[in-house]
């Protein structure tokens, strides 16, 4: 499986964009970039993904790299409720659903 | 209504003895599947089901038996547990093997 860096953790304020970095020099043309996150005692929850182009829902938007080897989940305006562990995970479309969770980022967010 | 539902929230038990943990979901999904989150929070998938036949089996020791009676329902059967099986299992569906996974709110089992 290709691998994905993210930085251990980051912090924020409330109500200020939030750019999470994800590295994954790897990737292969099949691959999809998903972004979960996880809150605190919950299963991960689905947030974004994208294959090449930049994405945008009502959650967050992903801004993919001209190379694909990297790509950012943009959080626009932090609340404390988006404090959680975020995963970037690549998977090609051949991989079943086969979801390889790495450490992740852990995202604080301050009041 | 939940989407993803998990039975038992918490489940502590002695060595060698054997549980099963429920997982149901209501959103028509064709596949499933199970995940282990160890003490040191790595999420790993274990099983994946889709329309009732195995897809993915990772290693995992063949004391872990999963379970789909019908495409609502994957359960997990553990037999002889051990200390080492104490983690968070979680269950999750999809669509389809390339879609969105939604999650269940876990089973902490907690063997001693």
């Known amino acids: 499986d290709a691998k994905t860096t993210q930085p251990n953790s980051m912090e924020s304020n409330e109500e200020e964009p939030v750019h999470l970095p994800c590295n994954h020099s790897?990737?292969?043309?099949?691959?999809?970039i998903h972004w979960y996150r996880q809150l605190p005692s919950q299963g991960p929850e689905y947030v974004i993904h994208g294959l090449t182009s930049n994405v945008n829902n009502r959650m967050a938007s992903l801004a993919i790299a001209e190379d694909r080897k990297s790509s950012t989940l943009i959080l626009h305006r932090a609340t404390l409720r988006d404090a959680a562990v975020y995963y970037c995970?690549?998977?090609?479309?051949?991989?079943?659903?086969?979801?390889?969770f790495g450490q992740g980022t852990i995202l604080t967010v301050h009041p | 209504d939940t989407a993803v539902s998990q039975t038992p929230k918490y489940l502590v038990t002695q060595m060698g003895n054997d549980k099963s943990i429920k997982c149901e979901q209501n959103l028509g999904h064709d596949t499933m599947y199970w995940y282990k989150q160890d003490s040191k929070k790595f999420l790993k998938i274990m099983f994946s089901?889709?329309?009732?036949?195995?897809?993915i089996n990772e290693t995992v020791p063949n004391r872990f038996s999963p379970k789909s009676p019908d495409k609502a329902h994957l359960n997990l059967h553990i037999n002889s547990l051990e200390l080492g099986d104490s983690a968070v299992y979680f269950c999750?569906?999809?669509?389809?093997?390339?879609?969105?996974?939604?999650f269940g709110p876990g089973t902490r089992l907690t063997v001693l």
């Open positions: 995970i690549l998977s090609p479309r051949t991989s079943y659903g086969k979801l390889t």
């Open positions: 089901y889709n329309n009732k036949e195995l897809i």
């Open positions: 999750a569906s999809s669509g389809g093997v390339t879609d969105t996974q939604y």
């Open positions: 790897t990737i292969s043309g099949t691959d999809y």
